[in-house]
């Protein structure tokens, strides 16, 4: 009876998220526009993005606010309790996107380019994830599961046991790399909303498939160690639905950006979401696209230096380089999704091989 309320959950969770997030952004975009708190161009960017100087940007509130939404009532109609794991994957989301609203008011309010500086918003950063670490382990079940592993992962925990500080460290730096791969991302109009949707989809199917093999319910060699897979599966279906509902107003030509707010939280949840479910390394070849995105500015950097000032693509992140090619901006986005959609598949492709070799 609860497997069946919680897939029904799964699908009251994205679909609330989604009629939210789809109702509730205009609200937003007219509120934002009333108060002037537009976007700010980069003066060194693309010229074709000037026109976009003005659009209303925070548009993260209204993504955080849906998942929560549809998380939160999901669970009023089901009946079903929320689980440890995914409340602090949603602190983890909460308290990022205060850092990202942090850096977005600061922009609008002196209207500029910058926010925080790169120290303040690293710092803010790991100051959140370092909590959402050690927070992970602690909480054992009556199995004595944790939330977070002290184990790396793959596609499931592997052999390799951290020393708690150890362990700590590696949720910083997976939660830094990939809020900070979200957000270079979001660069072109629905480009980072409808990579992530693809993702989170793929956390459905992973957490229904480790509920439905763990070794509670099917105890043996291939079972799954995974402390709450069933609900974090809803809570990934919640930011789904949320960034679904939002990308129909975040599509080109966007009616409103999700800012530091929706790119810090949308990030951290991946990470959060992948930690929690055992698939730490997995996660780099299900958001491939981001992992692509933020190589391509490593190598800017680095090539830059070394070369005495020479460049290996025009402009860094990579879209900006197809854009300076003179590729529309639509023609990026949907190829650079084609990218991510293949990316999730070779990810779930090495989930279940794993399980079938195994």
């Not at 952004?25 to 060194?44: N, S």
Request: hydrophobic share 55%; aromatic share 10%; proline share 3%.
């Amino acid at each position: 009876m609860e497997w069946r309320a919680t897939v029904r959950g799964i699908l009251l969770s994205g679909g609330i998220s989604a009629i939210f997030a789809f109702f509730a952004t205009p609200g937003l975009i007219r509120l934002l526009a009333k108060k002037g708190y537009g976007q700010i161009i980069r003066d060194d960017g693309p010229t074709s993005h000037h026109v976009k100087r003005g659009t209303p940007t925070m548009g993260g509130l209204a993504l955080i606010a849906a998942m929560l939404v549809g998380y939160f009532v999901s669970h009023l109609i089901t009946g079903i309790a929320t689980t440890t794991s995914a409340l602090l994957v949603i602190g983890l989301v909460v308290g990022l996107g205060i850092v990202g609203f942090i850096d977005d008011w600061l922009k609008v309010a002196k209207q500029r380019s910058l926010g925080l500086n790169a120290k303040q918003k690293l710092l803010g950063q790991a100051v959140v994830a370092g909590a959402f670490g050690y927070a992970g382990l602690q909480f054992p079940d009556e199995t004595g599961l944790t939330p977070i592993s002290s184990y790396l992962s793959t596609v499931r925990d592997t052999s390799i046991k951290l020393a708690l500080v150890v362990v700590i460290l590696w949720v910083i730096v997976m939660v830094l790399g990939t809020s900070n791969g979200v957000n270079l991302t979001d660069g072109l109009d629905g480009l980072a909303t409808g990579a992530a949707v693809m993702v989170f989809t793929s956390f459905i199917l992973i957490g229904v498939w480790e509920f439905g093999q763990s070794c509670a319910i099917s105890p043996g060699a291939k079972c799954y160690a995974v402390r709450d897979p069933l609900d974090l599966a809803v809570l990934a279906a919640a930011f789904a639905g949320a960034c679904g509902g939002f990308l129909w107003w975040n599509a080109s030509p966007a009616k409103i950006f999700m800012g530091d707010v929706g790119s810090l939280a949308l990030g951290g949840a991946l990470a959060g979401i992948a930690i929690t479910l055992r698939t730490q390394l997995l996660l780099t070849v299900l958001g491939f696209i981001f992992v692509l995105i933020t190589s391509s500015v490593i190598i800017q950097v680095l090539y830059f230096k070394i070369s005495g000032g020479k460049r290996v693509f025009k402009m860094a992140p990579l879209q900006h380089h197809f854009e300076l090619m003179g590729w529309g901006e639509v023609t990026i986005v949907i190829r650079f999704w084609i990218i991510a959609s293949l990316g999730v598949a070779a990810g779930l492709g090495l989930f279940y091989a794993q399980w079938v070799t195994s």
